[in-house]
T-cell receptor
Framework: GQNIDQPTEMTATEGAIVQINCTYQ??????LFWYQQHAGEAPTFLSY??LDGLEEKGRFSSFLSRSKGYSYLLLKELQMKDSASYLC??????????WGAGTKLIIKP | NAGVTQTPKFRVLKTGQSMTLLCAQD?????MYWYRQDPGMGLRLIHY???????AKGEVPDGYNVSRLKKQNFLLGLESAAPSQTSVYFC?????????????FGDGTRLSIL
């Protein structure tokens, strides 16, 4: 079967850096997605990784290690608007997404 | 840019009532999905569609039916609502996922079953 684990909640300070981890177990591998979801809103796409390494996109970066079944989302120069849940998802063998429960990120001034 | 539109945004039902949630997308996407999101759990796929006139079961299909009569619309029906179906329902659409395309989500429907 497939399983995705993320921390339930994290707290960080405005202006700091935070790393949100995601570990997964899949029978095959077709990449890994990160989405952001503000409270009461729809998830929105942040990043996709299929090869090992770091993908940088402005203040947000995503890292993947396929051998370790591990990914992280790195958020730099945190802003209050970054307070949200961050969802990790991997496609199954039919390319349908299996979702983690999400990590709620709380930013304090 | 409308993207994915869900109606209604909120609804309260009594146990045993029926209702239909409507999802419409204007991006000409082939694939459409219905998810439910419950506290402490990830998004769970209810049903999905790979094109007009076709539907398939997801992880949690029991108690729900769907129809895709037009490419741009995907309907989710609850024939006899139960309190366990209280949830936030999200519709999403995408290009064929084997091209690893992101899914685009509607704003959700908050459904309470009393």
């Amino acid at each position: 079967g497939q399983n995705i684990d993320q921390p339930t909640e994290m707290t960080a300070t405005e202006g700091a850096i935070v790393q949100i981890n995601c570990t997964y177990q899949t029978s095959g591998f077709n990449g890994l997605f990160w989405y952001q979801q503000h409270a009461g809103e729809a998830p929105t796409f942040l990043s996709y990784n299929v090869l090992d390494g770091l993908e940088e996109k402005g203040r947000f970066s995503s890292f993947l290690s396929r051998s370790k079944g591990y990914s992280y989302l790195l958020l730099k120069e945190l802003q209050m608007k970054d307070s949200a849940s961050y969802l990790c998802a991997v496609p199954d063998s039919n390319y349908q997404l299996i979702w983690g429960a999400g990590t709620k990120l709380i930013i304090k001034p | 840019n409308a993207g994915v539109t869900q109606t209604p945004k909120f609804r309260v039902l009594k146990t045993g009532q029926s209702m239909t949630l409507l999802c419409a997308q204007d991006m000409n996407h082939e694939y459409m999905y219905w998810y439910r999101q419950d506290p402490g759990m990830g998004l769970r796929l209810i049903h999905y569609s790979v094109g007009e006139g076709t539907t398939a079961k997801g992880e949690v299909p029991d108690g729900y039916n769907v129809s895709r009569l037009k490419k741009q619309n995907f309907l989710l029906g609850l024939e006899s609502a139960a309190p366990s179906q209280t949830s936030v329902y999200f519709c999403a659409s995408s290009l064929p996922p084997d091209r690893v395309q992101p899914q685009h989500f509607g704003d959700g429907t908050r459904l309470s079953i009393l």
